[in-house]
C-alpha cells in the first residue's frame, strides 16, 4: 500500500500528527505541511494521489491550495479530502464547487477520516 503519495495539509502540528498515526496504523505514509504556501510548493513538485486539507491557515488558505491543485491539468486524479472545523452549509458547498472530493468535519474521527482515505485511494476492506 505503501506507494500512495499522500500530502496532509494543516497548521495544527498536534492534527498532522494525529493524520500521520492514522495513516500509519492502515500501512500509509504522508508529506506535510505546516502552511497553505508550503503545501503549494510541494504540490509544485510532485503530483499526489490524496490531499488531507485544513481550510484555516495562516497566509496561504486552504481554499487558495484547493484551487492550485485543480488549476493544474496534472491533478486532474488527486483527491482532495478537506478536514475542518468550519462546517456550514456554505463552506462545505463551496469546496465541493473548488473541487474537493469529501469533507470531513474537525475533530475527525478515525473511522470517518479512513473512510474516506480507502474511499480516494480504492483500498478494498479493513
Do not use: W
Request: hydrophobic share 40%; net charge neutral; with cysteine.
Amino acid at each position: 500500500m505503501n506507494n500512495y503519495k499522500i500530502l496532509i495539509v494543516d497548521d495544527n502540528p498536534l492534527v498532522v500528527k494525529m493524520h500521520l498515526h492514522y495513516l500509519k496504523r492502515a500501512g500509509l505514509d504522508a508529506d506535510t505541511a505546516s502552511n497553505g504556501k508550503e503545501a503549494k510548493v510541494k504540490i509544485a513538485e510532485k503530483v499526489y494521489d490524496l490531499v488531507i486539507l485544513d481550510l484555516m491557515m495562516p497566509e496561504v488558505s486552504g481554499f487558495d491550495v484547493l484551487k492550485t491543485i485543480r488549476s493544474n491539468p496534472k491533478n486532474n486524479n488527486t483527491k482532495v479530502i478537506v478536514a475542518s472545523a468550519l462546517n456550514d452549509k456554505e463552506v462545505v458547498e463551496l469546496c465541493f464547487q473548488l473541487g474537493a472530493n469529501y469533507f470531513v468535519t474537525s475533530p475527525v474521527s478515525y473511522q470517518s477520516l479512513m473512510e474516506k482515505v480507502k474511499d480516494a485511494l480504492g483500498i478494498k476492506g479493513g
